[in-house]
């Protein structure tokens, strides 16, 4: 028998503690439709088993004997993923990196730190901090998820404008291959290097198909000694969108933006306009004086009203409230969803005004609430928080209508929460057709198919 043999061999050699008794935490992760199932008793699945490896070694080994035994296994870090991409399928084990989260080294010169891939967010970011630096890489799953789940899934936080999201803050990988081999993705840490295509981008948004990231090099800097906290009124939200572009190509991106849509300020702030929140930080008071006068002259000159930092600090203080939020909409009998594109400028308006027409003609028309919060020079994100009666049936209309408006709008289907199971079946039109790489690779790497497969490929 396949796993009782694997499981054998692997107490055999790893120790019967390897094996994590309590299996429930396990079977779903925040896909709020598995939620959603969940609560109505319809959510079934279960790992036949979870595994909890110490070391890389220890995780190869697992691989190995996995390949060994024809499983499959699905690498899990916080389980905070929203889309399915870590809950239990096919019978797969579930690999935890829970026990690999050590910060193994912090090299002040290089401005690098080195972690186990398990390490949560919220921990390394308190370490560091501690220290006077930060990675500012803060998601709303800030305390739940991983940095391996992170790099895997390509996710994005809230200083994504100002530090750049985990793409950016990644300098190097150790990864375990669907072979068993541990390889780090450049033998040479620097950083940047020509030699060869950067193999670290095959890894970050793999979502555990193309191997299991143990190790991570990250970049740190030193916490910015001064901030402008502020919140504007703004006329529109396609006036606020324009005022944040016109910010970014005159050399004065903030560290953080967030636009909520009128029907967000108003439900979120109890304001009927829309709100933009801003925040600059700098080490040089005289130059964060620079920045925000030049900044106010442009948000004032665009019909922008300054309110004071009174919502800032709300949203600051209430960021992490999901779970109050949650219950919220359940007392009120609904559920949610959260569902986030990207688009270049000329197109964002479109975008909006296309989804959200498409959510109107749903059958039963959800709330939806949008903002805007990751920022570039060549566009932004669109973040839609969509409210409905509690029915899966009616939860697939609203994903697809979304989809298929943001597609046709000329959108990408998500800027950061990935594929999944929520996604999977769009891959043949985003990306459209470099699927045939994706597949290729994995076929190369993964003929077993061992790997967290049927999501990105
Ligand atoms: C309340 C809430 C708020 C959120 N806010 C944000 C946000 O602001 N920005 C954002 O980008 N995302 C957000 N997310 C989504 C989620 O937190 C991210 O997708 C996160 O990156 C997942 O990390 P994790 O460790 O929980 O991964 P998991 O859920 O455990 O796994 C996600 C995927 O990565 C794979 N994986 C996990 N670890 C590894 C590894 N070490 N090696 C290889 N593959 C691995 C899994 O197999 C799975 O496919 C939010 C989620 C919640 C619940």
Redesign the pocket.
């Known amino acids: 028998m396949g796993l009782e043999g694997f499981l054998r061999d692997i107490i055999g050699s790893l120790g019967d503690d390897i094996i994590i008794a309590d299996i429930d935490k396990y079977s779903r ?2 896909w709020p439709l598995a939620m959603l199932l969940d609560k109505l008793n319809a959510w079934t699945a279960k790992p036949p088993v979870v595994l909890a490896p110490r070391s890389a070694s220890e995780v190869s080994y697992i691989v190995r004997k996995a390949g060994e035994y024809s499983l499959c296994i ?9 889309t399915g ?2 809950a239990p399928r096919d019978d797969c084990i579930i690999l935890t ?1 829970s026990r690999m989260n050590k910060i193994l080294d912090f090299n002040i010169d290089d401005l690098t730190v080195t972690v186990e ?2 390490v949560i967010l919220s921990e390394l970011e308190d370490w560091l901090n501690s220290r006077g630096y930060t990675i500012r890489h803060v ?3 800030f305390h ?3 940095i ?6 390509l ?4 200083y994504s404008t100002g530090y750049g999201s985990i793409e950016d803050i990644t300098v190097n990988l150790e990864v375990v291959l669907p072979s068993g081999d541990i390889i780090w993705t450049r033998s040479i840490t620097a950083p940047r290097s020509s030699m060869g295509p950067d193999l670290k981008y095959l ?1 970050i948004g ?3 198909a193309y ?4 190790k991570a090099i990250l970049r740190v800097l030193p916490i910015p000694r001064y901030r402008v906290e502020a919140s504007f009124e703004v006329p529109s939200f396609e006036r606020g969108l324009s005022i944040i572009r016109e910010l970014i190509t005159r050399g004065l991106t903030p560290a953080l933006a967030r636009l909520s849509d009128d029907i967000e300020s108003t439900i979120r702030f109890g304001r009927e306009k829309p709100v933009l929140l801003i925040l600059y930080e700098s080490n040089y008071l005289d130059i964060l004086d620079v920045l925000w006068g030049k900044a106010m002259e442009i948000i004032e000159a665009n019909s922008g009203e300054y309110i004071g930092e009174e919502l800032y600090k709300k949203w600051l203080s209430s960021r992490f409230n ?1 779970e109050d939020d949650i219950r919220l909409i359940d007392s009120m009998d609904l559920w949610f969803e959260t569902l986030d594109v990207a688009a270049t400028w000329s197109k964002l308006p479109q975008v909006y005004r296309n989804i959200r027409k498409a959510l109107d003609e749903v059958r039963e028309k959800p709330i939806v609430m949008t903002h805007a919060s990751h920022f570039y020079i060549t566009g932004a994100t669109l973040y839609y928080t969509i409210l409905y009666r509690k029915d899966p049936e009616l939860y697939w209309n609203i994903v697809e209508a979304f989809l298929k408006a943001a597609l046709e709008s000329g959108a990408t289907l998500s800027h ?3 594929v ?1 199971l929520l996604r999977r079946k769009w891959l043949k039109v985003d990306p459209g057709q470099s699927t045939v790489i994706l597949n290729s690779i994995k076929k190369a790497l993964d003929p077993k198919n061992i790997l ?1 497969s049927n ?1 990105i490929t």
């Open positions: 992760d925040w699905i690498p899990h870090g916080g389980g905070s993923s929203v991409a870590s990196l891939a398990g998601p709303q799953s739940l998820a991983s391996g789940g992170c790099i895997a899934t996710c994005s936080g809230q890894f793999s979502e555990g191997g299991i990231v143990t999901y950061h929460h990935g999944g967290n999501i």
